[in-house]
Every structure is written in C-alpha cells, then in structure tokens.
C-alpha cells in the first residue's frame, strides 16, 4: 500500500514537473529568447572566423 502511494505520488510530480517545463518552454518561445541565443552565439562565431 506504501510503495504504491509513494509511486503515485512520484507520477503526480513528474506530471507537474513537466507541465512546469512545458509552459516555461512556451513563455520562452514567445519572448524569441532562443532566437536570440542563437544569434549571439552565431555573431560570435563569425568574429571568431573573420579575426583568424
């Protein structure tokens, strides 16, 4: 009876971690920040291979 209550309770934080992680992951989409990681990360590059 134990362990099933401590599983059931583990599902039901995994469920709610990942709920979490999803409606982070949308906010994040909708601000454009992985856009513009990806940018900067691209301008470094290119100054680093037109400096060489």
């Not at 100054?47 to 060489?52: D, I, M, R, S, V």
Request: proline share 0%; glycine share 4%; hydrophobic share 55%.
């Amino acid at each position: 009876m134990s362990k099933m209550l401590v599983l059931l309770l583990l599902l039901a934080g995994a469920v709610i971690w990942i709920m979490d992680l999803q409606r982070r992951l949308q906010a994040a989409q909708m601000r454009g920040d992985m856009y513009r990681d990806i940018s900067a990360r691209l301008d470094r590059r290119i100054a680093e291979l037109t400096a060489q």
